[in-house]
């Protein structure tokens, strides 16, 4: 049975989990330069990758201790992404191809939106190490056919770049569906308050089958029906209106700007392992 790379990664949350960006990348390159390693050679590339990192990074750096490093190389141990080896009776470890490919889908096939700076550093990372990896991988073990369409697939030129225009595609197609609806709803009460109705009768008289931008879950009628009746009124007077345009139309506006320096990074041509 074939181990995902989010079966690997999913455990008890520890501090390096605060920076999986960084240990992928430690991990993966100090592989690629000692097939045989240490925890500490980890400890170093943690630093170099962290490093990188500063340009946008503020507040505390998170520490990691050689334990900790420990920790995740048995766990890839566990998995087949890792072997141990006896050296003098310290720790030294390896990845296997299985562990490679596992980092690299991993690290570069991100499933939900990254912060632009992550996102950079994941396609610069990738970029930049390619030809290490493919050579790393060249003696390895064989790859399976599906293995290798789907590094090509990966470390295609500007695939995370590409991968995250169409996460943000989608979120910015799904705002501004929402954001339509909201200002549907909002006639249905600015019509409600015409017409001199109670805050109870004007929250009855809305179409209870609309979701807007509060709850993607629950239609705007059922969440202000729960809520105490001063609360909703205020909602329906203030709040509502302002959240719009303090927050989900200047988010809407962000999101845009994004996707539109994304596709300025974007460029063609792609490499074959």
Same mark, same amino acid.
């Given at each position: 049975?074939? !181990?995902?790379?989010?079966?690997?990664?999913?455990?008890?949350?520890?501090?390096?989990?605060?920076?999986?960006?960084?240990? =992928?990348?430690?991990?993966?390159?100090?592989?690629?330069?000692?097939?045989?390693? &240490? $925890?500490?050679?980890?400890?170093?590339? %943690?630093?170099?990758?962290?490093?990188?990192?500063? $340009?946008?990074?503020?507040?505390?750096?998170?520490?990691?201790?050689?334990?900790?490093?420990?920790?995740?190389?048995?766990?890839?141990?566990?998995?087949?992404?890792?072997?141990?080896?006896?050296?003098?009776?310290?720790?030294?470890? &390896?990845? !296997?191809?299985?562990?490679?490919?596992?980092? %690299?889908?991993?690290?570069?096939?991100?499933?939900?939106?990254?912060?632009?700076?992550?996102?950079?550093?994941?396609?610069? *990372?990738?970029?930049?190490?390619?030809?290490? %990896?493919?050579?790393?991988?060249?003696?390895?073990?064989?790859?399976?056919?599906?293995?290798?369409?789907?590094?090509?697939?990966?470390?295609?030129?500007?695939?995370?770049?590409?991968?995250?225009?169409?996460?943000?595609?989608?979120?910015?197609?799904?705002?501004?569906?929402?954001?339509?609806?909201?200002?549907?709803?909002? &006639?249905?009460?600015?019509?409600?308050?015409?017409?001199?109705?109670?805050?109870?009768?004007?929250?009855?008289?809305?179409?209870?089958?609309?979701?807007?931008?509060?709850?993607?879950?629950?239609?705007?009628?059922?969440?202000?029906?729960?809520?105490?009746?001063?609360? $909703?009124? *205020?909602?329906?007077?203030?709040?509502?209106?302002?959240?719009?345009?303090?927050? *989900?139309?200047?988010?809407?506006?962000?999101?845009?700007?994004?996707?539109?320096?994304?596709? =300025?990074?974007?460029?063609?041509?792609?490499?074959?392992?």
């Amino acid at each position: 049975m074939t !181990t995902s790379s989010s079966t690997v990664l999913q455990h008890k949350k520890t501090v390096a989990d605060r920076e999986p960006l960084i240990i =992928s990348a430690a991990i993966l390159t100090t592989s690629l330069l000692n097939p045989k390693f &240490r $925890a500490k050679h980890i400890l170093f590339h %943690i630093d170099l990758m962290r490093d990188i990192f500063q $340009a946008y990074r503020v507040g505390a750096e998170v520490q990691f201790q050689t334990v900790q490093i420990l920790r995740i190389l048995s766990r890839y141990s566990r998995f087949g992404w890792a072997e141990r080896i006896s050296d003098n009776g310290r720790p030294v470890f &390896r990845l !296997t191809a299985k562990g490679v490919v596992g980092l %690299i889908m991993a690290f570069a096939d991100q499933p939900c939106q990254l912060p632009a700076a992550e996102m950079m550093f994941v396609q610069s *990372y990738i970029e930049t190490y390619s030809d290490l %990896i493919r050579r790393h991988l060249a003696t390895m073990d064989m790859l399976t056919e599906a293995e290798l369409v789907s590094l090509n697939q990966v470390m295609a030129p500007k695939y995370v770049v590409h991968k995250q225009m169409r996460i943000l595609d989608q979120r910015i197609a799904d705002l501004e569906f929402r954001l339509k609806e909201a200002d549907g709803l909002m &006639r249905h009460v600015a019509a409600g308050q015409g017409k001199n109705l109670s805050v109870r009768a004007l929250i009855n008289a809305l179409p209870g089958a609309v979701r807007q931008v509060v709850s993607q879950h629950k239609s705007f009628k059922d969440w202000l029906q729960e809520m105490p009746l001063r609360l $909703a009124e *205020y909602e329906i007077e203030v709040g509502f209106k302002r959240r719009q345009e303090t927050f *989900y139309e200047p988010f809407l506006s962000a999101l845009r700007h994004q996707r539109r320096f994304f596709e =300025s990074l974007t460029s063609s041509g792609a490499a074959q392992l």
